[in-house]
């Protein structure tokens, strides 16, 4: 790399996340597994019963297939790996250690799927054999947690005081096994630090910040003898310790062209492999930067999706056949949008417009996206070909188009060398981030973290995601308790009981703390009381509940409970602007908005809600009659066709010319039904409008598979609620409070009063940008069926790590 890039890109990277993390990343190293990619090392004599290792890792594979991020191979009987997929071949992908002493294997991994391939996970062994309790001997710590480790492992603890040769005068080496050297490391690696004579634990490598876990400066660690520190910022020398001690690493299979900009603290977009393929199959390789195939296949898309701004994008046509058409575009959730094909077509929306000129092997080709203006351009080797003008696009999605056999990669802004194939330029962004072969058009922008627009919700902005909504767990006491860790007063809370088989308790500030309505049910609006117990306040960090005579449905001794919490704005204000008077209680900045009012019966009455846009979903309530929850939302097809379904039912969505729903900015505009007008009735109606990077609402089709649907929320998920929409079938809510780790499978029912269940089988993985299901079964993911999914936000995409 060339010096005034090495001083561009160190330029742009200093401003890579802006003012939220304290300190920056500026490097990481790419490592191709095809390439046979190490670094290796002959270490003196060090401490063999205590060391650290500490390393920022983004994957590029979510397969259950060994990957070894650092080991020494002597002999087999002291041999250690640290390894992707974990010693013993879990069944899921994970981080596993697998260590030696005198003949013995140890193994032991997390118990928790590691697949997230969109992120960077902060990965921490600390070893010491000299601590009197068996489990503190060796620690494995995943984004600043220390992590359950498998019972499955094998022969138990390290024992007591013993030596291996790992830390010893022998090989050691980073991304290989010696045994194994198939056994090669797929992805990323950054701020890879070793540590002789101590157990340290993540903090003195990272620290959280407002839910978050971030990288610090590690330079100023005490090393030891065999310690090193790799920060990737000599392309020359990508093994080159800068921790004082000059324990250089040997590359191989590593060029200059492996040293890159995407870091925990700028995570670029790469193509996505947890998309299952549409036609055929694609092979990912290069940091998924590069997409292979062998005949007809898919559409590999981007891990970012654009929604505003305008950004560029380039891909390289390394080899395929020309007349075929493979391509390069952008898509939307429902359409195909523009695609530039290698034999010169245009296609827009999945049909062919135009011709412009056709482009063959170790041509470039680029696009830029104005989302704001609804315009893409399309260039070939720097030259204009094709402009797309107002464009209505909900989304952007950037694809490449493996038509026939042939490879394309593609650059997001992270390898203007397109993996090596040409002489890498020094072209940034409008922003100073990037690494683009040519300039970009005025304005445009790296499809990157850095450069993504900062949401109104989330660390870096005056309110957290987990200050809006919220899920606490707590265990019934059989009297009065208050459940704090809420972080804030709801105005909404929604209560089951994990063990037992009662009902949905839903309370809301308007109606009252005492008064509750049940999802499982239509039964209308009652006061708790003393016969079952409830809530008796909302308070300033959670709520306060009480014991019933008969049954606690929220307090039981000794029974677990979730309780999901939203913060709208208190007591509530009048609201005239429809033509009934509601009472409303409206968070504007997170969406979502209590609102009460009196039914008139007649249709064309309007009610105001008080977002500052119009719902994009919203749950209707009679308060004071046995009638179903009414659902409506744009998901499950227009409201003011009349669209809708039941929340207390299984019922596939239909429609029904008594609720032609209007949602305005403003105001909602009623038909006629009872479900929501009735004459003279108390109606309560929870209205949720999408706020970008917090909440989402949305519809996908299942496949069938184990390797399921993926969802792109554009942010790490809390909690998603599913319920497929053309044949009746349960409703489902799964949440990161009661499952911290992937796989996500502890299952409630909305329209059930059933107790949880742990559904091993069928489950999901929460992920940085979004979720991905790992079961075909029809009740989330089934052949050609249709789901409405509901999903709030842990953190956006823009600060969330690899889950």
Not at 39 to 65: C, D, F, I, P, Y
Not at 164 to 170: E, H, Q, T, W
Not at 601 to 609: C, I, L, M, N, R
Request: proline share 3%; glycine share 10%.
């Amino acid at each position: 790399m060339s010096n005034e890039l090495i001083t561009a890109l160190q330029s742009a990277a200093g401003n890579a996340g802006g003012d939220f993390y304290p300190y920056t990343v500026d490097y990481s190293a790419r490592f191709n597994d095809n390439d046979s990619a190490y670094l290796t090392r002959t270490l003196g004599a060090g401490n063999t019963k205590k060391w650290t290792w500490s390393g920022w890792v983004k994957q590029s594979t979510a397969e259950v297939n060994a990957k070894t991020l650092f080991s020494c191979n002597s002999s087999r009987a002291n041999a250690f790996y640290i390894s992707y997929a974990g010693g013993g071949h879990p069944t899921v992908p994970t981080i596993g250690v697998d260590i030696h002493f005198n003949g013995t294997r140890y193994i032991r991994y997390a118990d928790i799927a590691i697949r997230d391939v969109s992120a960077w996970y902060h990965v921490v062994v600390a070893l010491d054999t000299t601590q009197a309790t068996d489990s503190d001997r060796l620690k494995l710590y995943i984004n600043g947690s220390d992590v359950p480790l498998s019972n499955a492992q094998l022969n138990g603890w390290p024992p007591l005081n013993s030596d291996g040769d790992f830390n010893s005068a022998i090989v050691h080496s980073i991304s290989r096994r010696e045994v194994i050297p198939d056994d090669y490391f797929d992805g990323y690696l950054s701020q890879v630090c070793f540590i002789d004579g101590q157990q340290l634990d993540p903090t003195s490598f990272g620290e959280y910040k407002n839910g978050v876990w971030v990288p610090k400066d590690p330079s100023g660690l005490t090393f030891g003898t065999n310690g090193f520190y790799l920060d990737f910022a000599d392309s020359s020398a990508l093994g080159n310790d800068v921790s004082g001690n000059n324990n250089d690493f040997t590359s191989s299979g590593l060029t200059s062209t492996d040293q890159m900009i995407d870091t925990p603290t700028n995570n670029f977009a790469t193509l996505n492999p947890l998309v299952p393929e549409q036609i055929g199959t694609n092979v990912y390789s290069e940091g998924n930067l590069k997409s292979s195939a062998s005949s007809n296949s898919g559409y590999p898309e981007s891990t970012i999706h654009i929604t505003s701004g305008k950004y560029y994008v380039e891909m390289y046509y390394e080899s395929g056949y020309t007349a075929s058409g493979d391509g390069l575009g952008f898509k939307d959730t429902t359409a195909f949008g523009i695609l530039y094909r290698s034999n010169g077509a245009i296609f827009i929306n999945g049909s062919l417009s135009t011709t412009v000129s056709s482009y063959t092997q170790g041509d470039i080709v680029s696009m830029f996206i104005d989302a704001d203006a609804g315009e893409a351009k399309f260039y070939k080797n720097n030259t204009l070909v094709y402009t797309g003008s107002s464009l209505t696009y909900e989304e952007y999605i950037p694809f490449v188009y493996n038509r026939e056999a042939g490879s394309l990669i593609v650059n997001f802004g992270q390898d203007s060398s397109f993996a090596g194939n040409v002489t890498r330029q020094s072209n940034t962004d409008a922003n100073g981030n990037g690494d683009f072969y040519y300039a970009p058009p005025t304005g445009a922008l790296a499809l990157c973290t850095a450069n993504l627009p900062e949401p109104v919700i989330g660390p870096n902005s005056d309110t957290l995601s987990g200050e809006n909504f919220n899920t606490v767990l707590y265990t019934g006491n059989g009297s009065t308790q208050s459940i704090t860790g809420v972080n804030y007063q709801p105005d909404f809370t929604w209560i089951k009981d994990r063990d037992a088989t009662y009902g949905q308790q839903l309370f809301d500030v308007l109606r009252g703390a005492e008064n509750t309505l049940r999802s499982d049910t239509n039964v209308a609006e009652y006061n708790q009381g003393a016969q079952y117990g409830g809530l008796t306040s909302f308070d300033s960090d959670g709520f306060s509940v009480d014991v019933g005579t008969d049954v606690d449905v929220v307090n039981t001794t000794g029974n677990d409970y979730v309780s999901w919490n939203w913060k709208a704005n208190g007591s509530g204000v009048s609201n005239t602007d429809g033509s009934i008077t509601s009472t409303v209680s409206a968070n504007q900045d997170a969406g979502f908005s209590i609102v009460t009012y009196t039914g008139t019966g007649s249709a064309g009455a309007t009610v105001g809600h008080g977002l500052s846009s119009a719902p994009n979903l919203v749950f209707f309530k009679n308060r004071g009659y046995a009638y179903s929850w009414l659902v409506q939302g744009d998901a499950l097809g227009s409201p003011a066709s009349g669209y809708y379904m039941w929340l207390d039912r299984t019922d596939a969505v239909t429609t029904d010319s008594s609720v032609n729903t209007t949602f305005g900015g403003s105001t909602i505009t009623l038909d006629y039904s009872p479900a929501y007008n009735q004459s003279g009735y108390n109606i309560v109606a929870y209205c949720f409008a999408e706020v970008e990077g917090f909440s989402k609402f949305g519809s996908y089709t299942g496949n069938g598979s184990s390797d399921g649907s993926f969802v792109h929320t554009g942010f790490r998920p809390a909690m998603v609620i599913v319920k497929q929409t053309n044949a009746a079938r349960d409703w489902h809510i799964m949440d990161a409070a009661r499952d911290p780790y992937n796989v996500v499978n502890d299952v409630l029912l909305p329209n059930s009063s059933i107790n949880e269940y742990t559904d091993n089988a069928n489950g999901l993985d929460f992920l940085c940008n979004g979720f991905k299901w790992r079961t075909g079964d029809a009740g989330f993911n089934g052949s050609g069926a249709t789901y409405i999914y509901i999903a709030f936000a842990e953190n956006p995409f823009k600060y969330s790590n690899a889950r």
